[in-house]
């Protein structure tokens, strides 16, 4: 018997709302499969499994906001036999709503417990991990004792909650505006407090920046690189293809960083607890930006062992996703680096911030005509201004010269890519 | 009847007066209270016509003649003692510590103190370091004594004879500032309570709490948040011990935000204590941080510029207010 427990889906997050099973108790689940849908800061996420087994036991309903490290869920490995209920029977849980239809709205005078149920687990096996409550500072709602008794009583859900009080905190005049505002609101398709919060995401991104800034010495190194050839290459490798499958020089972007980083290990990973750990693979973070404002860097995961035609299609997915909705828990977690690229009405430099906890991250500007030295003589070129941000806790700056060097060198060949 | 003009100072001065010739076991002593005409002039001309029985100099020492008080309240008179300022109260402090307060106690009720102790408070003249003391929030720290902090015309005139009244020592203390305060007093009131605190001015959008010398500053910055669509209310709390709490908490569970103004040091303070009592039994009820205006934690200046900013003033209690007051 294992636990199912609320994932952490970046440093920056402390809680989440589960929005629906996928899976009931008694299916059979495999490592990857996506049992559950939470809503976090960057919107509703599928969470995916990493434990072969059934599904037991149901211990977080929809509508539910837990604590990172909660059990949801507890599974049994495959032919152990069900958990015996605990004395005095109770109920069974619940069948969760079909996946492709909104569960119902709880009632309002029920409101979600704030505290998770305690889970006690048999005296064998090792206790649940459960975080302490607000237990780390700075991410804990800022809400005025009085607007905390309010929302109570209204059921409304304080991390969505923008404060205009002292020092932005929240303020009963806030908790009436956001009570006034939901039951103005169009009924959503979803459970309640599900769908993009912008502001919410505003917040994750001003922790995960400042935090970045505050904690990550950076150290910046940048070049100009000449995309002549592989834009030549590129056209005449479209030149075949539908316009649904036609490469962008993104992907060659992805490509050549993914494989460079093969020949710079040391950029590619997390820097924890005073050390540098590498990443497992190389899982490019693909910076996103959103429509609404906001930003979200997936992950496309071993991108140095997909081919073109593949990272092409994995960027189409992405960011199709990541504006409606369906990112997988595990490419939020798995980025060992990230890329971002302004395209075609981008700035012709970016000088990017490190996501903790990885240690780099690598720009690519707009693709522009400058003038180049061509066996001393000048000519025109397409150029492209390629940046890296690094941690020099990690790294230094010639190993971080060599990652720049490598995917000039790659973007030189792009046959080879 | 019409009201009258009058001073702070007049009102003090007919209460002592009122109190002697209404009552023959009444008596008034203190430094240069007599021939003088006293400190702030608030016995002037009352030697010469109560006489030297009822209006009695005495030596440099407060001690002395604190504990003279004392002596002659447990032996039946009702001594008015004026201590010149409460900055040489502390020399008498043993003597209202250990003697004023505890005697009723320790004597298991046989002897009560009914002692008045008048002394003038605070800052604002220019009178340094050494003189510009406000210590009544110390003196509120002790069971067994009463300490009132009249701010108007009215309780100036007539706090007194409810402390003459109480059979417990009460210490009055009157802001120095407020001497030459003019107003109106109304004739009809013959008498006020030295129990409840009073709301001076009404509003729903923050609670301001104060006394004594800070009250008047405190109404000006009400009338300036007004102008900016806040409307404060003023609690004027008249009575530091005991402490009416009731009246605080219950405009603090009107305004949900509550800014506290006090002449005195920050630092384990009358503010501090009243802070406290609103966590304790209003916690709920709050929708912003407590706020506080005090003084500079430094001793008070002499130079005019630098003693009036080390003091609580109009626009520092208006910008508090207004940094809890969320965008309307």
Known sequence: ?417 | MTPVRITYRECCRQAIREAILTDPRVFLMGEDVGRYGGCYAVTKGLLEELGEDRIRDTPLSESAFVGAGIGAAMAGMRPIVEIMTCNFSLLALDQILNNAATIPHMSGGQFAVPLVIRMATGAGRQLAAQHSHSLEGWYAHIPGIKVLAPATLEDARHMLKAALADPNPVLIFEHMVLYNMEGELDPTIEAVDIASAKVRRRGQDITLVTYGGSLFKTLDAAAALAQDGIEAEVIDLRSLRPLDVATVVASVAKTRRVVIVDEGWKSGSISAEIGMRIVEEAFFELDAPIGRVCSAEVPMPYAAHLEQAALPQPATIAAAARSLVGPA
């Open chain 1, 1 to 417: 018997m294992s636990a199912f427990v609320m994932p952490s889906l970046g440093a920056d997050m402390e809680a989440g709302t589960l929005v629906e099973w996928l899976k009931r108790p008694g299916d059979r689940v495999e490592r990857g499969d996506v049992v559950a849908v939470v809503d976090t800061q960057k919107g509703a996420i599928e969470i995916e499994i990493f434990e072969a087994g059934v599904l037991d036991r149901i211990l977080v309903q929809p509508g539910e906001k837990v604590p990172v490290g909660t059990a949801m869920a507890t599974l049994r490995s495959n032919g152990a036999a069900q958990e015996p209920e605990p004395a005095p029977p109770q109920p069974p849980p619940e069948a969760p709503p079909e996946p492709e239809r909104p569960p119902p709205e709880p009632p309002p005078e029920v409101p979600p417990p704030e505290v998770p149920p305690e889970i006690t687990p048999p005296p064998e096996q090792p206790p649940v991990e459960v975080p302490e409550p607000e237990a780390k500072g700075g991410v804990r709602v800022r809400i005025s004792p009085a607007a905390r008794r309010r929302a109570a009583a209204l059921s409304l859900d304080l991390a969505r909650l923008r404060g205009t009080g002292p020092e932005g905190a929240v303020t009963l005049a806030d908790i009436e505006a956001a009570a006034v505002a939901r039951v103005s609101a169009p009924p959503s398709g979803r459970a309640p407090g599900v769908g993009f919060d912008p502001a919410a995401m505003r917040r994750a991104i001003a922790a995960a920046m400042a935090r970045s800034k505050r904690e990550i010495p950076h150290y910046y190194l940048t070049q100009t690189v000449d995309l002549r050839r592989a834009l030549t290459w590129l056209e005449a490798a479209n030149r075949d293809r539908p316009p649904t499958e036609r490469l962008l020089p993104a992907a060659l972007f992805v490509k050549a960083t993914a494989r460079a980083l093969r020949k710079v290990p040391e950029l590619n990973g997390f820097w924890e607890k005073d050390a540098f750990r590498p990443g497992a693979g190389i899982h490019i973070g693909w910076a996103i930006a959103l429509r609404g404002g906001g930003l979200i860097a997936p992950a496309i995961h071993d991108a140095d062992r997909k081919s073109l035609a593949e990272l092409m299609a994995a960027l189409r997915d992405l960011v199709q996703r990541a504006r409606t909705g369906g990112l997988k828990s595990s490419e939020l977690t798995d980025p060992t680096i990230t890329v971002t690229s302004l395209g075609e009405r981008g700035a012709e430099t970016v000088i990017g911030i490190i996501y903790p906890p990885q240690v780099a991250i690598v720009g690519f500007g707009r693709i522009v005509e400058h003038p180049w030295a061509v066996d001393g003589a000048l000519a025109v070129r397409p150029v492209v201004s390629l940046s890296l941000a690094a941690d020099h806790r990690a790294s230094d700056g010639h190993r971080g010269g060599l990652l720049l060097a490598e995917i000039e060198r790659l973007l030189q060949k792009p046959e080879a890519l």
